[in-house]
């Protein structure tokens, strides 16, 4: 006796592959993501402290500028170390920067130049991890909200005998852009029925 299977029965496990594989390509590129190009988002004219919102996993950079009163004990070049402070949502990240200082070429102005050489950090990284040393001053951010970025007014003064603060500060960031993150609760919301699909098919198979 010849025992017929329905192709409804037939096709119902192969539908419910097909959906579990749809679900697991969608996933995959709901996580595609890259960064925008470097962008400056703001600057302070002599002040000490910057601060601006950033997103979880954003890269934030700063450049400090140095003042013109900074340059009176600069006449050859220098290392210079000057004390930076990170706060973020998940509290304060202190840091050593290190500076090459060397004198301006220009007529005009007697601030030193500034080249980064080396950062140091003190202590845990909270909300925020710093780059690697020789790249930049910043890091990527791990947590969504205001970041600030302060320099230390001791360490000026030690290096410079300067009570004034940078000329200026420049803040970047580099977005991370998830251009198909929409995809995200589609492709977990297929890949689930999917498998509800396949366990009663199996079910039903058994019998």
């Known amino acids: 006796m010849r025992v ?4 409804k029965r037939k096709s119902k496990p192969l539908v419910a592959v097909a959906l579990l594989i749809l679900g697991i390509v969608m996933f995959f590129v709901s996580n595609i993501s890259y960064y925008n190009k470097l962008m400056e988002v703001k600057r302070e004219i002599n002040s000490w402290e ?3 919102f950033f997103k979880s996993g954003d ?4 450049v400090v500028k140095a003042n013109n009163d900074w340059g009176h004990l600069i006449t050859d070049e ?6 930076v402070s990170f706060i973020t949502p ?16 220009s007529s ?11 950062v140091t950090v003190n202590g845990a990284q909270k909300g925020l991890k710093i780059s690697s040393p020789e790249e930049f001053l910043g890091g990527i951010v791990e947590k969504t909200g205001n970041y600030k970025v302060r320099i230390d007014e001791k ?13 200026m500060l420049i803040l970047y960031k580099k977005e991370l852009v998830r251009p198909y993150s929409i995809l995200t ?6 890949i689930l029925l999917s498998i509800f699909i396949l366990i009663i098919c199996l079910s039903k198979g058994k019998k």
């Open 59 to 62: 890269i934030i950079q700063v």
């Open 155 to 167: 360490s000026i003064w030690n290096n410079f005998l300067s009570k004034e603060p940078p000329a």
């Open 90 to 105: 998940e509290g304060e990240v202190n840091c050593t920067v290190y500076y090459l200082a060397y004198p301006s070429t």
């Open 4 to 7: 017929r299977v329905s192709r």
């Open 108 to 118: 005009m102005m007697i601030a030193p130049n500034l080249e980064l050489i080396n």
């Open 185 to 190: 609760l589609p492709s977990v919301i297929i």
């Open 78 to 83: 220098v290392e210079v170390a000057i004390n």
């Open 50 to 52: 910057i601060e601006d």
